[in-house]
């Protein structure tokens, strides 16, 4: 039986060039941006799945209000259809916030494979656009220059629009619930506007806040600027 011969040590094995180096370098870039187009189509997916699903929610509840005449029939289907609309929605929510998550880890790879492209051209630093370090800020470079963490960024994030229909529809469904023992529209309506305005503190103020603390201390950033 021939002996397999056993894999050179590091110090025995040829010189890699720079085009080589450059050839993996690439791969591996072209398979994180793969990755990070897939995790945006899923972002855009899930999030028009769960509106498809709000829709034709809405549209079922017109349809029976129209049959019912907003009876206690009509509740009773409110109370069935809206909490299953609200659970798609509240996991809608936290799939789209992992989402962006892996697509600021896949951004600071890439931003590490620039730092190595330069280090091996440093002459062609000037015509990089996108950051080159992986530190935060380098991040944020990379993703625009109109990527900052101000409010109108984050009242306009696909998240954030997510997070107020799911507090609206937890008020809608507080305020039905509150239906079945009082009837008065002025009680009802204050319950609900509560329940959408705690559950839309809940869901954008309070509950991302430990995953982005962490995300945020797990990056360790090989390249800083200086």
Same mark, same amino acid.
């Given at each position: 039986?021939?002996?397999?011969?056993?894999?050179?040590?590091?110090?025995?094995?040829?010189?890699?060039?720079?085009?080589?180096?450059?050839?993996?370098?690439?791969?591996?870039?072209?398979?994180?941006?793969?990755?990070?187009?897939?995790?945006?189509?899923?972002?855009?997916?899930?999030?028009?799945?769960?509106? +498809?699903?709000?829709?034709?929610?809405?549209?079922?509840?017109?349809?029976?209000?129209?049959?019912?005449?907003?009876?206690?029939?009509?509740?009773?289907?409110?109370?069935?259809?809206?909490?299953?609309?609200?659970?798609?929605?509240?996991?809608?929510?936290?799939?789209?916030?992992?989402?962006?998550?892996?697509?600021?880890?896949?951004?600071?790879?890439?931003?590490?494979?620039?730092?190595?492209?330069?280090?091996?051209?440093?002459?062609?630093?000037?015509?990089?656009?996108?950051?080159?370090?992986?530190?935060?800020?380098?991040?944020?470079?990379?993703?625009?220059?109109?990527?900052?963490?101000?409010?109108?960024?984050?009242?306009?994030?696909?998240?954030?629009?997510?997070?107020?229909?799911?507090?609206?529809?937890?008020?809608?469904?507080?305020?039905?619930?509150?239906?079945?023992?009082?009837?008065?529209?002025?009680? +009802?309506?204050?319950?609900?506007?509560? +329940?959408?305005?705690?559950?839309?503190?809940?869901?954008?103020?309070?509950?991302?806040?430990?995953?982005?603390?962490?995300?945020?201390?797990?990056?360790?950033?090989?390249?800083?600027?200086?």
């Amino acid at each position: 039986m021939q002996d397999v011969p056993l894999d050179p040590k590091p110090a025995d094995r040829l010189p890699v060039s720079d085009a080589v180096r450059v050839q993996i370098l690439a791969t591996e870039h072209w398979s994180l941006l793969a990755t990070r187009s897939m995790v945006w189509n899923e972002l855009f997916s899930r999030a028009s799945m769960f509106i +498809t699903v709000l829709s034709a929610s809405i549209v079922a509840l017109a349809l029976v209000a129209q049959a019912t005449d907003f009876d206690d029939g009509f509740r009773n289907f409110s109370l069935l259809v809206l909490p299953v609309t609200l659970l798609l929605g509240i996991g809608t929510l936290t799939r789209l916030g992992d989402a962006m998550t892996e697509d600021v880890w896949l951004v600071m790879g890439m931003n590490r494979l620039r730092h190595a492209y330069i280090d091996l051209a440093p002459d062609r630093e000037p015509y990089f656009m996108t950051g080159h370090h992986d530190d935060f800020e380098s991040i944020l470079k990379t993703l625009g220059p109109r990527r900052h963490m101000g409010p109108s960024q984050i009242l306009a994030a696909t998240p954030t629009i997510v997070a107020i229909i799911d507090s609206v529809l937890a008020g809608v469904i507080a305020a039905l619930l509150a239906g079945f023992v009082n009837d008065d529209p002025l009680l +009802t309506t204050t319950i609900g506007v509560i +329940t959408s305005t705690v559950a839309a503190v809940v869901l954008i103020g309070i509950l991302p806040l430990p995953g982005i603390k962490g995300f945020m201390y797990s990056l360790a950033p090989r390249f800083p600027r200086v």
